[in-house]
């Protein structure tokens, strides 16, 4: 529902009939409810407490508290499941965000308290103009001249006061921001006569190229904040018998917290009763959300791509890897864009060491007793980062001195260090491989289950290895071995006929950076033998990054646990449980 509150002014020549009129306005309302939803929460997480503002407190805008049920109130709710292989990208670019709203705290504020007014009148005034329609059955007509056949959205945005909204937000330079307020029946404001019909069909079409990150840019975030926090609350797990866990958006739990929080509210309640309504009941059903999700995916997948190239040029990556980053993505055929996964490495690894940001490491290590839940945090050594302009390329992309320090946390550490967002990853261990793996935590035996021994000689044996292990290596050789597109790559056809094509190696070999290639395939080999591979899992091997406070990743693997359910990621809801 919130895409289209970002709809340019191309896609809003779009025609809407009329028996759909309270229809989109219940789309309406729903959007900009989601995007204060989705806002209010970052806010809070930003600024925990009131801070002021002029002299004055600006208190932050209440949240509905039936739509509290799907969130889990941290950051959690702003890890997107996007589908594009990029979950490293995310934190970095959370954090990219949190530092530039604490760095203008008082200018961000302001910003907000404005869009959350202006989200209130969005929902006010689509509210006016559905109980006219739907309720009373008001002729349309008779509610600023509205079309008895259709509207453009524009039009239909004009005519219901609601264009102030689009304007403001997605047509950059325009001062046309008035209302239009209901008109009274008696007096209907009638239109020029040149606007009261229409004929054929108009094609809308968005102009809209794809997303440019800049983190100085409030509505961008926005709209990334907006999109991530839907793409985060209704996340899920599904376990089918005999295969693996599948992580997914449902679309059927965001319909499901729709009807909590609006169903009520904007079912009709036609004064002839709902039988005689004018409007047909077109229901809101999980397969237009699924459309709206998967318009989300694409538009972030697009936005972590342009990152990657903001990014590679901030970590002080040399051109030639901002050039990679750029011919190496590719595209799925359902529009996701993505980068290769091992190409995004280096510049996250240097942004997280060029500013200071902690990581958060939780190990599952599975023994044939069940598995041990160990956390880890480490820090990087800034000083540890080569100086670009004095060391070989390759040394500044593969960073073979760049260095962390490891320590290990317990559950019940009352380091307040760990109530501030941390870069975490979730990772398994197991002496064996992913098969193996899958295999444990689906056995209806073994099922996943804690084993509580502290003394247990396999899990003491492999902190000490995680302890020393050197942390830039667990990096790159993980992601060396992982794929580096969550899709299958078209082969090409040559004068040889068809061959399968690596876009990342022939992007390294285009743009003068040959030697990663060949360090592309020695990192490779070498996860197998560090037990950092699919095929070898005896260190560990992340699974998932996201952003959060270490303490709420303890807490949400802790209510599992204590419940003797399946480890499954934080962030996601365990369908077969609902």
């Known amino acids: 529902m919130s895409v289209l509150l970002f709809d340019d002014f191309s896609a809003r020549e779009k025609p809407l009939l009329q028996r759909l009129y309270?229809?989109?306005?219940?789309?309406?309302?729903r959007g900009a409810r989601d995007a204060a939803h989705a806002l209010t929460a970052f806010e809070k997480l930003v600024f925990p407490e009131l801070k002021r503002v002029s002299g004055t407190l600006v208190p932050t805008a209440p949240t509905d508290a039936s739509y509290e049920k799907y969130s889990w109130g941290t950051f959690m709710d702003f890890d997107s499941h996007v589908g594009d292989c990029a979950c490293q990208v995310r934190p970095v670019m959370l954090l990219n965000i949190l530092d530039e709203f604490r760095n203008n705290a008082a200018v961000i504020r302001k910003r907000f308290a404005n869009l959350h007014e202006q989200l209130q009148q969005i929902v006010?005034?689509?509210?006016?103009?559905?109980?006219e329609l739907c309720n009373k059955n008001t002729l349309v007509h008779r509610l600023n001249n509205l079309s008895k056949r259709e509207e453009t959205l524009n039009s239909f945005y004009k005519k219901t006061g609601l264009i102030f909204w689009w304007n403001e937000w997605c047509d950059e330079g325009s001062s046309e921001t008035s209302w239009a307020p209901v008109t009274p029946p008696s007096t209907p404001d009638l239109l020029p006569q040149?606007?009261?019909?229409?004929?054929?069909?108009?094609?809308?079409v968005s102009r809209e190229g794809p997303p440019v990150w800049d983190v100085a840019d409030f509505r961008l975030v926005c709209r990334f904040l907006v999109f991530s926090n839907i793409l985060s609350r209704f996340k899920t797990c599904l376990r089918r018998p005999g295969g693996n866990f599948i992580y997914r958006v449902s679309p059927q739990r965001y319909f499901d917290a729709h009807i909590v929080r609006d169903g009520t509210e904007l079912a009709c309640r036609c004064v002839h009763g709902p039988?005689?309504?004018?409007?047909?009941?077109?229901?809101?059903?999980?397969?237009?959300?699924?459309e709206e999700m998967s318009a989300m995916q694409i538009w972030i997948s697009q936005?972590?791509?342009?990152?990657?190239?903001?990014?590679?040029?901030?970590?002080?990556?040399?051109?030639?890897m901002t050039n990679v980053i750029r011919d190496a993505t590719r595209v799925s055929a359902r529009g996701i864009a993505a980068v290769p996964t091992f190409a995004t490495i280096p510049s996250i690894r240097n942004t997280i060491v060029m500013s200071n940001a902690p990581i958060f490491l939780t190990?599952?290590?599975?023994?044939?007793?069940?598995?041990?839940?160990?956390?880890?945090?480490i820090e990087p050594d800034t000083e540890s980062l080569p100086d670009v302009e004095a060391t070989l390329t390759r040394d500044y992309i593969i960073g073979p001195d760049v260095n962390f320090r490891i320590k290990q946390v317990l559950p019940s550490s009352c380091d307040a260090v760990l109530s501030e967002p941390h870069v975490c990853l979730i990772a398994n261990s197991i002496d064996g491989d992913n098969n193996a793996l899958v295999e444990l935590v689906m056995s209806d035996t073994h099922r996943g289950k804690t084993h509580s021994s502290h003394a247990c000689d396999d899990n003491l044996e492999q902190i000490d290895k995680i302890l020393g292990s050197k942390f830039n290596e667990v990096l790159l050789t993980f992601f060396a071995q992982h794929s580096d597109f969550p899709f299958e790559v078209p082969s090409e056809e040559g004068a040889e006929g068809e061959r399968q094509i690596d876009p990342l190696a022939e992007s390294f070999e285009k743009h003068g950076l040959r030697f990663m290639v060949d360090e592309h395939k020695s990192l490779r080999a070498r996860a197998q033998e560090l037990g950092t591979s699919y095929e070898a899992m005896h260190l560990f091997v992340p699974q998932h990054m996201f952003l959060e406070r270490p303490r709420d990743v303890i807490a949400r693997l802790k209510e599992r646990t204590d419940a003797a359910q399946r480890v499954i990621l934080p962030g996601f809801v365990d369908e077969n449980a609902l």
Not at 194 to 204: L, N, S, W
């Open 194 to 204: 040149g606007e009261q019909r229409r004929t054929g069909k108009k094609k809308a």
């Open 124 to 131: 006010d005034q689509a509210a006016l103009f559905h109980h």
């Open 303 to 320: 936005l972590s791509s342009s990152f990657m190239e903001v990014n590679c040029k901030l970590a002080g990556m040399p051109d030639a």
């Open 275 to 290: 039988e005689r309504c004018t409007y047909r009941n077109r229901k809101d059903g999980p397969r237009l959300i699924n």
């Open 22 to 29: 309270p229809f989109h306005l219940r789309r309406v309302i």
């Open 363 to 377: 190990v599952h290590r599975f023994c044939a007793q069940g598995y041990h839940s160990n956390f880890f945090r």
